[in-house]
């Protein structure tokens, strides 16, 4: 009852502020905040005079907004955003501001506007900051979780720039520079262009829709170079999967067509020439194939993100020219990508992970099917777990099993005990635990004891 | 924000001039403003901004544990003067230091404690504009009222938006609309004041009509160091019946009081004790019978079950049907106990006899801010050391000669002693002025007083035919103990009825008619008006009229359920001559199947076994026209429905 009480205040309070956000400058929300403290105060006459305080800050302020209503503020603005961004990183983009009418235009400013929706009450509700839980009162109200949640669906916090003086039909650019809160999309839904009245109070304001996505990839960690294994494995169905040049490409010979046999693989002259269908024959491939391995099969949150953030940074591990990367994680869907060899990209990989969300109640097993069934064709995993626990532990003694050798990296919370080894006590080497919050200084033991190992470049 | 230079050592000064602080606010000031001239700076941690941050958390506390131990809820006030001062360390430190601004830690404890996780950096806080605010805002805790106040503070703010000016707009356009924004600011806040006093005055009225009808024995709270105009209602509180017509007006007191402070009339042990003494049922004897007596009957309103209630000087006995019991206390304060609502008692009484008990020392107690003030009026006016009647007399005279009685009083709120404001300079005021003045006057002079309330009965209501005390009729004055006896002392100028009944609203008369059916209802619910014996003639017609009533409704809801339930019937089509054959079917071995429509039933019935379905199905189509459609079948295809069932059943009743 009082949690949605405050929730229903909290998103009241954040309609207001979208409201009134741009509306005041600093200087207004100091006269406000004068006007609220000298009512508060004041609010018995006879007491003290702030009352008096309240009235002339109220007569300031309302003298703005009605000096706001005269005079037409006309500007244009396009945005010219970068291709991507990435999580934790200053995202810089340019915006670009037109002067259409026939008068100079000065003391304008910018504010962007994203567009995150507000949070609901079962977001609010589970949502929490391990990282920074706040003190009793905090963890009680909840109005610091409620403003970092606000802030995380919202992707970045943007302030107002002032532009330089504008002259007729001149266009001006300005750099805009914010941190990028969280990976995923940014949704730029407008642009405020504001204009002060002559106390400096409240904002003139006007709004340019503009609505554009950019793409917030994870963020990712230094990784040393990691090289699991280099055992080339059998991949059916041949090259075509993997790439359509390149030495998997072998060229046999030619054999009658067999039901089944795509289409791609007719040989069409022969077929003139015999009056009946022939195929091309390649030779069987091998290639050095590597899973990364996401658990998403964790609450949203921190420890969730730090998951995400290490399976980006092995995606853009040095893995080798021929090798092939196979990226898979379950998420609304089963998601399962390979690049190398032409096949795809990096950035596709990327791309993916930038969306990844927790798989919100589908059974592990899933994602040890998915995995086990390419098994055969795998030359090494990397397991990227949050969580030991035995139906993880029979995941990787089962690909184990297969004769794939896999790194297990486990992502506890900081007050957890560490993990035994499990199953990978016989290749503890091949088994790290790290601490959420600390996740770098715990890939340093990776570059160690691959060093010890000398797998590394 | 930009600070313009000098702004910060301004306010400083400001709050210091206002709060007589000046020895505090003149380095407070050099400390802000020399930093400007100084290359001091410190490399300052974020530790050291958090322990200057908990020294002022400290200082705030102790601060405000001490303010409200001494003044209670008025600490806050006493807080707000020290504001600037506890800010003071943290904004110097700020000023002072490299970083040149105060981390947000320093503020919010639980922010020390935040892991960097690389989330959202904490930003810091410059201080210096907050701090400004801080200083106005605390100035204003001097409660100066004069001018003085309201002009720094328009010069600060002013000073304060110059820098923040946008550079588009010419300075003189600034500079007008910053005078046009101070003249809707001085007119709003006196806008302000007189808003407080107008709703002051609604709530006051409103706890006189309904919370503070009766008042207490123990306490009564003055308007005096009020500003505005006191308003009273015209409902009437008193009833009065008198065996003969009122010469001059008459005093009904409710309560008297021995102790002011403050604005408040207080008793201190006087307890009220219950009367014991019965003349008779329901009849309680306060005082010796004196030789001579008169009689009134009053009626008067209790709001609970215990109420004080306006009796005449020198009642000896009181006597009410509904009255359970009385209690009186020391100081000659009666309250009844009854049902609440109207309650009607008759008092005797006697002109020259008082039932009051004798003089204690409060009676002669003078509140020390005033004591001198009034010796030096006693020596003035030559009081000192004469007879009692002549001090009374004198006086009198004094507040007769030279007061002036007005339901207004004007000028921005006296802060202190506004007694003696209106015993030496304003000489004008209501009748509480003037009773309070008297009382303390004549206790400085050495005579026992008290200051009584009640109501001054002089309006003649032919209405109702007999006597009526109205809210605007309620009154004080001074019970001055001379040669033995209570003696009334009313110093008010007479004049103050005929100003009071000025105030009368024009819809009075409507109200009165309002208020004695109001009144006359309550007493034929208490079974004591003349209402009651005209009721059972009123109530043959009224019994005849529901009888009739509902007899009527009978009639008319008997009819209606005949009717509508055959056009019920016959709207849904449900009298149907398909429906007998159907059900004959149906017990002869062809069930209908759940859900499943009639058509479907015919078609599946047995060719043989009826050789007539596409007569059936013709009559269905009939049947299905009578059942659904909205304009219902003609009569002639009614009677075919009718026959062609009919023809059916005998041309299919020899198979079975």
Same mark, same amino acid.
């Given at each position: 009852m009082l949690k949605r009480l405050l929730y229903l205040n909290y998103r009241y309070l954040a309609r207001l502020d979208q409201r009134l956000r741009g509306r005041l400058t600093p200087a207004g929300l100091l006269a406000a905040a004068g006007f609220v403290g000298g009512a508060v105060f004041g609010i018995d006459t006879r007491q003290t005079t702030a009352f008096e305080i309240a009235a002339l800050f109220f007569a300031l302020l309302g003298i703005g907004v009605v000096c706001t209503q005269f005079g037409r503020l006309n500007a244009n603005v396009r945005r010219r955003l970068p291709q991507y961004a990435t999580a934790g990183q200053t995202l810089q983009y340019t915006l670009c501001v037109e002067n259409p009418g026939g008068k100079p235009e000065r003391d304008l400013a910018v504010l962007e506007q994203l567009d995150g929706g507000l949070p609901t009450f079962e977001e609010f509700t589970a949502f929490e900051d391990r990282d920074d839980p706040g003190n009793w009162v905090d963890r009680r109200l909840g109005y610091r979780r409620w403003v970092k949640l606000l802030a995380f669906k919202r992707g970045a916090n943007l302030d107002a720039i002032a532009l330089p003086p504008l002259p007729p039909a001149g266009e001006t650019e300005v750099a805009v520079q914010c941190l990028a809160l969280r990976r995923g999309y940014l949704h730029f839904r407008s642009t405020l262009v504001l204009r002060p009245d002559p106390f400096g109070l409240v904002n003139a304001m006007t709004r340019r829709t503009n609505p554009q996505a950019l793409l917030v990839l994870p963020r990712r960690y230094a990784l040393p170079r990691v090289r699991l294994g280099s055992r080339r494995r059998y991949q059916p169905g041949g090259v075509h999967l993997a790439s359509s040049v390149g030495d998997s490409r072998e060229f046999l010979g030619l054999r009658d067509y067999r039901p089944g046999d795509p289409v791609r693989h007719i040989h069409w002259r022969s077929w003139a020439r015999t009056g009946k269908p022939i195929v091309k024959e390649f030779q069987d491939e091998f290639f050095d194939r590597q899973a990364i391995l996401l658990d998403t099969f964790a609450p949203a949150g921190q420890i969730f993100e730090e998951g995400v953030s290490l399976a980006a940074s092995f995606v853009l591990n040095d893995w080798g020219q021929d090798t092939l990367i196979d990226l898979l994680f379950i998420g609304a869907r089963t998601v399962q990508c390979t690049a190398g060899r032409g096949l795809g990209t990096a950035a596709r990989m990327l791309e993916l992970l930038a969306c990844a969300q927790p798989c919100g109640g589908r059974p592990f097993s899933e994602l040890s099917r998915v995995l086990l069934r390419g098994g055969a064709q795998l030359s090494a995993a990397v397991c990227i777990l949050l969580a030991w626990d035995a139906q993880r532990q029979a995941l990787v003694r089962r690909l184990r099993a297969a004769g794939v050798p896999a790194l297990v990296l486990v992502v506890t919370r900081p007050e957890d005990a560490e993990p035994s080894p499990g199953c990978m006590a016989d290749d503890p080497e091949r088994f790290l635990a790290l601490r959420s919050g600390n996740i770098e200084a715990g890939l340093r033991r990776l570059s160690v004891r691959a060093a010890a190992r000398g797998t590394h470049a | 924000m930009t600070m313009p230079p000098l702004l910060l050592a301004a306010g400083a000064l400001f709050w210091g001039w206002q709060n007589d602080l000046l020895a505090l606010a003149v380095p407070m000031a050099v400390v802000l403003e020399l930093w400007r001239g100084s290359r001091w700076r410190w490399e300052m941690e974020a530790a050291d901004f958090n322990r200057v941050a908990d020294f002022s958390s400290v200082a705030f506390a102790v601060l405000a544990i001490y303010q409200f131990n001494d003044k209670g809820l008025h600490a806050i006030f006493a807080i707000l003067r020290w504001l600037p001062a506890i800010l003071?360390?943290?904004?110097?430190?700020?000023?002072?230091?490299?970083?040149?601004?105060?981390?947000?830690?320093?503020?919010?404890?639980?922010?020390?404690?935040?892991? =960097?996780?690389? /989330?959202? !950096?904490?930003?810091?806080?410059? @201080?210096?504009?907050?701090?400004?605010?801080?200083?106005?805002?605390?100035?204003?805790?001097?409660?100066?009222?004069? +001018?003085? *106040?309201?002009?720094?503070?328009?010069?600060?703010?002013?000073?304060?938006?110059? !820098?923040?000016?946008?550079?588009?707009?010419?300075?003189?356009? /600034?500079?007008?609309?910053?005078?046009?924004?101070?003249?809707?600011? *001085?007119?709003?806040? %006196?806008?302000?004041?007189?808003?407080?006093?107008?709703?002051?005055?609604?709530?006051?009225?409103?706890?006189?009509?309904?919370?503070?009808?009766?008042? =207490?024995?123990?306490?009564?709270?003055?308007?005096?160091?009020?500003?505005?105009? @006191?308003?009273?209602?015209?409902?009437?509180?008193?009833?009065?019946?008198?065996?003969?017509?009122?010469?001059?007006? @008459?005093? @009904?007191?409710?309560?008297? %009081? =021995?102790?002011?402070?403050?604005?408040?009339?207080?008793?201190?042990?006087?307890?009220?004790?219950?009367?014991?003494?019965?003349?008779?049922?329901?009849?309680?004897?306060?005082?010796?019978? !004196?030789?001579?007596?008169?009689?009134?009957?009053?009626?008067? %309103?209790?709001?609970?079950?215990?109420?004080?209630?306006?009796?005449?000087?020198?009642? %000896?006995?009181?006597?009410?049907?509904?009255?359970?019991?009385?209690?009186?206390?020391?100081?000659?304060?009666?309250?009844?106990? =009854?049902?609440?609502?109207?309650?009607?008692?008759?008092?005797?009484?006697?002109?020259?006899?008082?039932?009051? !008990?004798?003089?204690?020392?409060?009676?002669?107690?003078?509140?020390?801010?005033?004591?001198?003030? +009034?010796?030096?009026?006693?020596?003035?006016?030559? +009081?000192?050391?004469?007879?009692?009647?002549?001090?009374?007399?004198?006086?009198?005279? *004094?507040?007769?000669?030279?007061?002036?009685?007005?339901?207004?009083?004007?000028?921005?709120?006296? /802060?202190?002693?506004?007694l003696m404001d209106f015993l030496l300079n304003r000489r004008s005021g209501h009748c509480e002025y003037f009773a309070s003045a008297t009382a303390l006057l004549l206790r400085a002079a050495g005579i026992p007083s008290r200051y009584a309330i009640g109501y001054s009965v002089s309006e003649y209501s032919r209405l109702e035919g007999r006597y009526i005390a109205r809210a605007r009729d309620a009154h004080a004055w001074v019970l001055a103990y001379v040669e033995g006896g209570w003696q009334v002392v009313d110093t008010t100028p007479a004049v103050w009825r005929s100003l009071e009944d000025e105030t009368a609203s024009a819809t009075e008369g409507l109200f009165d008619v309002t208020s004695w059916l109001g009144y006359q209802l309550s007493r034929w619910r208490e079974g004591d008006s003349a209402v009651q014996s005209y009721l059972p003639w009123a109530l043959i017609p009224l019994s005849l009229l529901l009888m009739w009533r509902l007899a009527r409704r009978r009639r008319v809801h008997a009819a209606a359920r005949s009717t509508t339930t055959a056009a019920q019937r016959a709207g849904l089509g449900l009298d149907s001559d398909f429906y007998p054959i159907v059900r004959d079917l149906i017990r002869r071995g062809h069930p209908l199947r759940e859900g499943e429509t009639l058509a479907a039933w015919v078609s599946r019935l047995p060719e043989g076994l009826t050789g007539k379905t596409d007569v059936l199905r013709r009559l269905l189509a009939l049947h299905y026209r009578h059942r659904f459609d909205p304009q219902r079948l003609a009569t002639h295809d009614r009677d075919a429905l009718r026959q062609g069932m009919r023809a059916f059943w005998m041309s299919v009743r020899p198979g079975y």
């Amino acid at each position: 009852m009082l949690k949605r009480l405050l929730y229903l205040n909290y998103r009241y309070l954040a309609r207001l502020d979208q409201r009134l956000r741009g509306r005041l400058t600093p200087a207004g929300l100091l006269a406000a905040a004068g006007f609220v403290g000298g009512a508060v105060f004041g609010i018995d006459t006879r007491q003290t005079t702030a009352f008096e305080i309240a009235a002339l800050f109220f007569a300031l302020l309302g003298i703005g907004v009605v000096c706001t209503q005269f005079g037409r503020l006309n500007a244009n603005v396009r945005r010219r955003l970068p291709q991507y961004a990435t999580a934790g990183q200053t995202l810089q983009y340019t915006l670009c501001v037109e002067n259409p009418g026939g008068k100079p235009e000065r003391d304008l400013a910018v504010l962007e506007q994203l567009d995150g929706g507000l949070p609901t009450f079962e977001e609010f509700t589970a949502f929490e900051d391990r990282d920074d839980p706040g003190n009793w009162v905090d963890r009680r109200l909840g109005y610091r979780r409620w403003v970092k949640l606000l802030a995380f669906k919202r992707g970045a916090n943007l302030d107002a720039i002032a532009l330089p003086p504008l002259p007729p039909a001149g266009e001006t650019e300005v750099a805009v520079q914010c941190l990028a809160l969280r990976r995923g999309y940014l949704h730029f839904r407008s642009t405020l262009v504001l204009r002060p009245d002559p106390f400096g109070l409240v904002n003139a304001m006007t709004r340019r829709t503009n609505p554009q996505a950019l793409l917030v990839l994870p963020r990712r960690y230094a990784l040393p170079r990691v090289r699991l294994g280099s055992r080339r494995r059998y991949q059916p169905g041949g090259v075509h999967l993997a790439s359509s040049v390149g030495d998997s490409r072998e060229f046999l010979g030619l054999r009658d067509y067999r039901p089944g046999d795509p289409v791609r693989h007719i040989h069409w002259r022969s077929w003139a020439r015999t009056g009946k269908p022939i195929v091309k024959e390649f030779q069987d491939e091998f290639f050095d194939r590597q899973a990364i391995l996401l658990d998403t099969f964790a609450p949203a949150g921190q420890i969730f993100e730090e998951g995400v953030s290490l399976a980006a940074s092995f995606v853009l591990n040095d893995w080798g020219q021929d090798t092939l990367i196979d990226l898979l994680f379950i998420g609304a869907r089963t998601v399962q990508c390979t690049a190398g060899r032409g096949l795809g990209t990096a950035a596709r990989m990327l791309e993916l992970l930038a969306c990844a969300q927790p798989c919100g109640g589908r059974p592990f097993s899933e994602l040890s099917r998915v995995l086990l069934r390419g098994g055969a064709q795998l030359s090494a995993a990397v397991c990227i777990l949050l969580a030991w626990d035995a139906q993880r532990q029979a995941l990787v003694r089962r690909l184990r099993a297969a004769g794939v050798p896999a790194l297990v990296l486990v992502v506890t919370r900081p007050e957890d005990a560490e993990p035994s080894p499990g199953c990978m006590a016989d290749d503890p080497e091949r088994f790290l635990a790290l601490r959420s919050g600390n996740i770098e200084a715990g890939l340093r033991r990776l570059s160690v004891r691959a060093a010890a190992r000398g797998t590394h470049a | 924000m930009t600070m313009p230079p000098l702004l910060l050592a301004a306010g400083a000064l400001f709050w210091g001039w206002q709060n007589d602080l000046l020895a505090l606010a003149v380095p407070m000031a050099v400390v802000l403003e020399l930093w400007r001239g100084s290359r001091w700076r410190w490399e300052m941690e974020a530790a050291d901004f958090n322990r200057v941050a908990d020294f002022s958390s400290v200082a705030f506390a102790v601060l405000a544990i001490y303010q409200f131990n001494d003044k209670g809820l008025h600490a806050i006030f006493a807080i707000l003067r020290w504001l600037p001062a506890i800010l003071f360390p943290l904004v110097a430190l700020q000023l002072y230091s490299r970083r040149g601004a105060v981390p947000l830690s320093a503020l919010f404890v639980s922010l020390r404690r935040a892991r =960097s996780s690389g /989330w959202q !950096p904490l930003k810091d806080a410059d @201080l210096r504009a907050p701090f400004f605010l801080a200083t106005l805002i605390a100035a204003s805790a001097a409660n100066d009222r004069s +001018l003085w *106040f309201f002009a720094g503070a328009c010069l600060l703010i002013g000073w304060a938006l110059w !820098p923040q000016r946008p550079r588009r707009h010419p300075p003189l356009l /600034w500079g007008a609309l910053l005078a046009g924004a101070l003249a809707l600011g *001085f007119a709003a806040q %006196y806008g302000l004041q007189r808003a407080q006093l107008a709703l002051e005055a609604v709530v006051l009225q409103w706890m006189q009509d309904h919370a503070f009808r009766n008042p =207490s024995p123990d306490r009564a709270m003055t308007a005096i160091g009020m500003v505005g105009r @006191l308003k009273f209602s015209d409902r009437v509180r008193l009833r009065v019946r008198t065996a003969a017509p009122l010469t001059m007006p @008459l005093l @009904l007191r409710e309560a008297s %009081y =021995s102790t002011y402070r403050n604005a408040v009339w207080t008793n201190r042990d006087a307890p009220m004790i219950a009367v014991e003494t019965l003349a008779g049922p329901r009849t309680w004897t306060l005082g010796p019978t !004196p030789p001579r007596s008169a009689r009134l009957d009053l009626s008067a %309103y209790l709001t609970d079950q215990i109420g004080v209630v306006p009796l005449p000087h020198g009642i %000896y006995r009181l006597s009410g049907p509904a009255v359970l019991q009385v209690q009186a206390n020391r100081r000659g304060t009666v309250m009844l106990e =009854s049902k609440p609502g109207y309650i009607d008692y008759a008092v005797d009484y006697s002109a020259r006899g008082f039932a009051d !008990p004798p003089p204690t020392p409060e009676d002669l107690d003078v509140p020390e801010v005033y004591g001198s003030d +009034l010796d030096r009026l006693v020596d003035r006016l030559g +009081l000192r050391g004469q007879p009692p009647q002549r001090i009374v007399s004198g006086v009198q005279a *004094f507040f007769r000669d030279r007061f002036t009685y007005s339901l207004v009083q004007r000028g921005r709120f006296p /802060w202190t002693r506004p007694l003696m404001d209106f015993l030496l300079n304003r000489r004008s005021g209501h009748c509480e002025y003037f009773a309070s003045a008297t009382a303390l006057l004549l206790r400085a002079a050495g005579i026992p007083s008290r200051y009584a309330i009640g109501y001054s009965v002089s309006e003649y209501s032919r209405l109702e035919g007999r006597y009526i005390a109205r809210a605007r009729d309620a009154h004080a004055w001074v019970l001055a103990y001379v040669e033995g006896g209570w003696q009334v002392v009313d110093t008010t100028p007479a004049v103050w009825r005929s100003l009071e009944d000025e105030t009368a609203s024009a819809t009075e008369g409507l109200f009165d008619v309002t208020s004695w059916l109001g009144y006359q209802l309550s007493r034929w619910r208490e079974g004591d008006s003349a209402v009651q014996s005209y009721l059972p003639w009123a109530l043959i017609p009224l019994s005849l009229l529901l009888m009739w009533r509902l007899a009527r409704r009978r009639r008319v809801h008997a009819a209606a359920r005949s009717t509508t339930t055959a056009a019920q019937r016959a709207g849904l089509g449900l009298d149907s001559d398909f429906y007998p054959i159907v059900r004959d079917l149906i017990r002869r071995g062809h069930p209908l199947r759940e859900g499943e429509t009639l058509a479907a039933w015919v078609s599946r019935l047995p060719e043989g076994l009826t050789g007539k379905t596409d007569v059936l199905r013709r009559l269905l189509a009939l049947h299905y026209r009578h059942r659904f459609d909205p304009q219902r079948l003609a009569t002639h295809d009614r009677d075919a429905l009718r026959q062609g069932m009919r023809a059916f059943w005998m041309s299919v009743r020899p198979g079975y």
